[in-house]
Structure formats: structure tokens, C-alpha cells
């Protein structure tokens, strides 16, 4: 028998099943995504941060990698990590779950363990998991079977926290429940968090987020009042960091971006809206501040084209960074290809440099985007430019090229701190 089944093999999933394998257990892995599969099966990773040979070394042939749900039959935990997106209306949209769950409950066996890592809404593991569970197998869970919450902490391409670093929240449905998924992740993870109701741990991983999005918006708000006062944000955050207790660090930037910080405050915000008759504020302005900022750095942009006597219109800008975030190929809801959108709008030239992302992939927002290519980054080439903009600050770039041989950047990352007077006009947005 498998130990453990993970269904979903993206972000989440992938990193799980390879920490299980290394930890010693029997996985099984499945994804509806046929590539995923088969890639994996030749020994190669699709995720920038995960080199191949994790994936050689980890998934030997007692691992099975499979298309089809039946193959959780072997397992005596079934981990679920698909999507949970939004809807247009930015509405909880549960359809990824409810169609696992389904399939999963046409397989699911007497004493079998199913943990929901996606992020999802108080109550999603309750009220929609398990009835759709119970009515696909005629099981009872807490008697024939046990449902497990434990909420994904990682942070892909920040090897500080490895997901085997990352304490991690359990709950259980029951005693029996908890129980059982706290000795499956005690083999992973270093500390196990149990909290007491399934509930609790679905809500301290929304808490995270929207803390970590509040803070950013909060941040973002400042940096605006600061360009407008002449301050340099940057050192302000700087300054304050100096503080040994009562202050965390947050960054601005172009926007959010990613499977989680645009997305998951609005689950929390949906559920309080609707069930609870709570319209959470902090969650609504943040949500607000953040999507809002491609459009403040597009003004600042065309301000700084504008002072030089540039015009926007047939200007060549090249974009840094189409991932949301440094050092990884994400390009989820990535603040990058929004302002790149902004800018043809407008009748800018835009050609990117993503060390990450060599071939823009399909995107639900920019599908005309699909299949871009990267251009490389030339001394002879740069000057080229009317406009440098860096919307994420991958750590491979080289920015002492960009500041010896651009006319003007516009650094939206402070990703030039150490390259400025070199050369370029330094705009920080
Ligand atoms: N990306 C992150 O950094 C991160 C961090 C913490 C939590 N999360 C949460 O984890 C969940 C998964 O996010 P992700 O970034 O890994 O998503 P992802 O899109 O990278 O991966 C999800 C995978 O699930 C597969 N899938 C979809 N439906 C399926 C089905 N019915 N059967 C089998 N496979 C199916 C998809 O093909 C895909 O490979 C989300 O709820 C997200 O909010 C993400």
C-alpha cells in the first residue's frame, strides 16, 4: 500500500510529493494535466525553482505518477492541493475542489485519511468536502473514513524556507482525524501546529495572507505619499527597520501577483459578505490599493516620458520581470504583463527580459501574449530603449548593465539601489 496520494502536482503539490518520497514514503501523484504527468515520468521538472534532478533523485520507480484517480486506492492519505481561483466577479470559485473531491469519492476506501491543503474559505472542508465525500462512496467520515485541514505555507523560490522548514497547521475533523493527519505531516515537517477545529486552520491561512496584503497595500499607500513629498520610500523603510521590536518590513511595488495574495482575502471577504452579513474593510482597500498600482507606476512612467519630451505613443520600452515575484516563472495575475498590456494600450513598443520566463505561456488575462520570447539583455541593445521598467527583481538580471547603458529606468523594486549615477535617469516608482 501507498502512503500518500497528492492530488494537484503544481506550486503545492509537487513540492509535497517530492518531501514525502525523500521523507521515505510510498507517493503516488496525479494531475488531470497529461504534460505534468509525463514530464515527470522522464525525470524532468516544469517549475523553475525545482530542478530536475529533485525530481531524479526523489521519484524512483516506487513512485507512482498517474492521470487517473484510481490510483488513490493505494493510499492510505489522500492530499488534495488543486487550484481555488476566483470567479470574474471575484467570487469563490470551488469548482477545482468539487470535481476532485467527486472523483476521489468514487475510490475512496474504508480508513483512508483526505486532507484539503488549497486555500479556501471557514467552512469549505465541512460543508462542501465532506458531503460530496459522503454521498460519492456511501462512507461516513469520522467513522469510515477521516478528513484532515492543513493549509500550504510555501513560498516557492525562497530557499530559506523549504517547505520541510515551515511548521504546518493541522486540523481534524475529529480526534481520530487530527490525530492521523498529524502524524502524516510530523513526517515532513519539523513542528506540527494542531489547532481544534477544521475552521481555524482554513482561517489562519487567509489571516497570513490578507496580513501580508494589508501590510503591502499599506506600504504601497505610503510610497505614494512619499513620491509626492520628494521622500525616498525606500529609505524610509530602511530607517525603520532599524527598530528591534513592533515593526516588520513590507515592500511596494507594481502590484500583486501570484495564486494567492490577489485572490484569497476575497475568500474570507465572500463568506463574511454573504454568510455572516461582515463586510470586512481592511480586506476591500487593500484588494483596492494593490490592484491599483499598475496604473500609478503607468502615471509616473508617462510623467517621466513625458519631462524628457518622449512620447509614449511608438515609444521601445523593454519590461523587466514578467513574474509576479523574484526568481521564480510564475506568471499568475502578474503585475508585469498588466502594465505591459497598459503600455500597447497606449501604443508603446514593449519587449521583455525574464531570465525565468523565456516563453510567455498562456495566460487567462493576456492570451495575445502567449509565446513571446525574451530578448536578451545587450550593452548595444539597452540604449535602444526610451524606457527601462523593472517589475520584478529576479536576482540573475544585470542591473549595472541596465544603469551603465539605459537612458532612464523606471525601478519599481529598488532593484538599482547599488547602480545609481552610473549612466541611466533612475526613476524609483
Ligand atoms: N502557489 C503558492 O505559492 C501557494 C502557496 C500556498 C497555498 N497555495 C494554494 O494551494 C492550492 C494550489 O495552488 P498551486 O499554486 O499549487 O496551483 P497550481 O495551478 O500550480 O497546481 C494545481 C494543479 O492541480 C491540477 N488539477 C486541477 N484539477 C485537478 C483534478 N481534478 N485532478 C487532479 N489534478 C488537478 C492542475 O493541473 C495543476 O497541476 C491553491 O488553493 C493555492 O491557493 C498556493
New binding site residues.
Given amino acids: 500500500m501507498s502512503d500518500v496520494a497528492i ?8 513540492p509535497l510529493l517530492l518531501a514525502f518520497r525523500d521523507a521515505g514514503c510510498e507517493v503516488t501523484g ?4 497529461p504534460e ?1 504527468i509525463e514530464k515527470l515520468k522522464r525525470g524532468e521538472s516544469y517549475l523553475s525553482h525545482i530542478p530536475p534532478e529533485s525530481i531524479e533523485s526523489s521519484l524512483d520507480d516506487k513512485a507512482t505518477l498517474s ?1 487517473d ?1 484510481a490510483a488513490i486506492q493505494k493510499a492510505s492519505a489522500v492530499i488534495i ?4 481561483p476566483l470567479t470574474d466577479d471575484m467570487t469563490p470559485d470551488l469548482s ?1 475542489i468539487e ?2 473531491t467527486g ?1 476521489i469519492a468514487r475510490y475512496l476506501a474504508a480508513g483512508q485519511l483526505v486532507s484539503l ?4 474559505y471557514p467552512g469549505t472542508t465541512r460543508d462542501v468536502v465532506i458531503p460530496i465525500l459522503e454521498k460519492g462512496s456511501g462512507l461516513k467520515a469520522g467513522e469510515d473514513f477521516f478528513v484532515a485541514f492543513s ?6 523560490g525562497d530557499p530559506d524556507h523549504d517547505l520541510t522548514m515551515i511548521p504546518k497547521i493541522v486540523a481534524g475533523l475529529d480526534e481520530e482525524s487530527l490525530q492521523l493527519a498529524v502524524d502524516l505531516y510530523s513526517r515532513i515537517t519539523p513542528e506540527v501546529v494542531p489547532v481544534s477545529t477544521l475552521e481555524t486552520a482554513e482561517m489562519a ?1 487567509l489571516l497570513e495572507n490578507i496580513y501580508r496584503s494589508v501590510n503591502i497595500a499599506l506600504v504601497n499607500e505610503m510610497k505614494m505619499l512619499a513620491d509626492t513629498m520628494g521622500l525616498d520610500i525606500w529609505e524610509v523603510i530602511a530607517a525603520a527597520s532599524t527598530k528591534p521590536f513592533g515593526f516588520q518590513a513590507f515592500y511596494p511595488g507594481p502590484g500583486l501577483g ?3 495574495l490577489p ?2 482575502p476575497f475568500y474570507l471577504y465572500w463568506i463574511g459578505k454573504t454568510r455572516y452579513d461582515f463586510k470586512t474593510q481592511f480586506i476591500e482597500l487593500a484588494g483596492k490599493i494593490n490592484s491599483e498600482m499598475p496604473q500609478y507606476v503607468l502615471k509616473r512612467l508617462l510623467d517621466a516620458m513625458e519631462g524628457r519630451g518622449k512620447e509614449i505613443d511608438g515609444a521601445k520600452i523593454l519590461l523587466i520581470g514578467v513574474a509576479y515575484k523574484p526568481d521564480i516563472s ?1 506568471t ?1 495575475e502578474s503585475p508585469g504583463l498588466r502594465l505591459m498590456s497598459m503600455l500597447e494600450e497606449i501604443g508603446a513598443r514593449v519587449s521583455y527580459h525574464d531570465p525565468f520566463v523565456p516563453v510567455l505561456p498562456p495566460t487567462r488575462d493576456y492570451p495575445g501574449f502567449t509565446g513571446r520570447n525574451s530578448v536578451d539583455l545587450e550593452a548595444g541593445t539597452i540604449g535602444e530603449y526610451d524606457l527601462v521598467v523593472i517589475a520584478a527583481n529576479h536576482s540573475n538580471v544585470d542591473y549595472g548593465l541596465l544603469g551603465r547603458n539605459a537612458s532612464l529606468i523606471i525601478d519599481t523594486r529598488n532593484a538599482m539601489r547599488d547602480f545609481g549615477g552610473e549612466g541611466a535617469d533612475i526613476i524609483r516608482s
Avoid at 492530488?7 to 509537487?14: D, F, H, Q, R
Avoid at 496525479?30 to 494535466?33: E, M, P, R, S, V
Avoid at 493549509?151 to 516557492?156: A, S
Fill in positions: 492530488i494537484g502536482l503544481g506550486y503545492v503539490g509537487l496525479i494531475d488531470i494535466d505534468k492521470n484517480m492541493a488543486v487550484p481555488t477545482y470535481s476532485t472523483q491543503e488549497s486555500t479556501t493549509p500550504e505555507r510555501v513560498d516557492p491561512k501570484g495564486h494567492c485572490i484569497d510564475d499568475r
